[in-house]
């Protein structure tokens, strides 16, 4: 974790959770007044849910979430008074750079349970989870990554339009490609973090994000 001021100014990063396997994609989110965090833990084949109990530094592993399958970049969404939880690849789809998996629960802290027979989603452009959606002029608007020049090349934002049991239906709505790439999109308060390869990256966003 990383500690920003009010003006954006970052103290030294700190190592708040390490396992024998890889984990990456630490998606944080408030629910039932805790703070949790789902990172990717395909590496292990599981997704596992972690409580903070001491935010941000201490966090304590609550429950596995799924168990045997590989998924990467999981990313509950709330829709008409359901959850949805979005992963790139899963035992059912293909490559984790262009097929989305869907799963389905009445929380985001589960249980989860498969929602579609397969890739609910084929897109090298707009599968892959890239952060969570937010709110934006009225509509959902749900990050991805655009993967077709290479992982972690771009983003696209979608509008989502529909979703439920073997359908995720959306509309690209822009799309970034800097040099250089770009990974993750998040907002928070007043911040937007985002994941990009360089220099040149995150100056190219920025200029093309103000505009």
Do not use: K
Request: a negative charge.
């Amino acid at each position: 974790m990383v500690a920003l001021d009010d003006a954006g100014n970052f103290g030294a990063p700190q190592t708040v959770l390490e396992r024998p396997y890889h984990l990456s994609y630490p998606f944080v989110f408030r629910h039932d007044g805790a703070i949790w965090m789902m990172p990717e833990s395909g590496a292990n084949r599981t997704l596992e849910l972690y409580r903070a109990e001491s935010f941000p530094s201490r966090w304590t592993l609550d429950r596995v979430l799924l168990s045997g399958v590989e998924v990467a970049d999981a990313t509950p969404i709330a829709w008409h008074g359901e959850y949805w939880l979005t992963a790139a690849g899963g035992e059912a789809a293909g490559a984790s750079w262009d097929s989305l998996s869907l799963y389905r629960a009445p929380s985001p802290l589960g249980p989860w349970t498969p929602a579609s027979d397969g890739p609910a989603l084929i897109d090298a452009a707009t599968s892959r989870p890239a952060g969570a959606v937010f709110e934006h002029e009225g509509a959902l608007l749900r990050p991805a990554q655009d993967c077709r020049a290479g992982y972690g090349a771009g983003l696209t934002f979608c509008r989502i339009d529909a979703l439920g049991p073997n359908l995720i239906r959306q509309t690209p709505v822009r799309r970034y490609a800097p040099p250089g790439g770009l990974h993750t999109f998040n907002l928070s308060g007043r911040f937007a973090a985002i994941d990009a390869a360089g220099p040149r990256a995150r100056a190219a966003w920025l200029d093309g994000f103000a505009r």
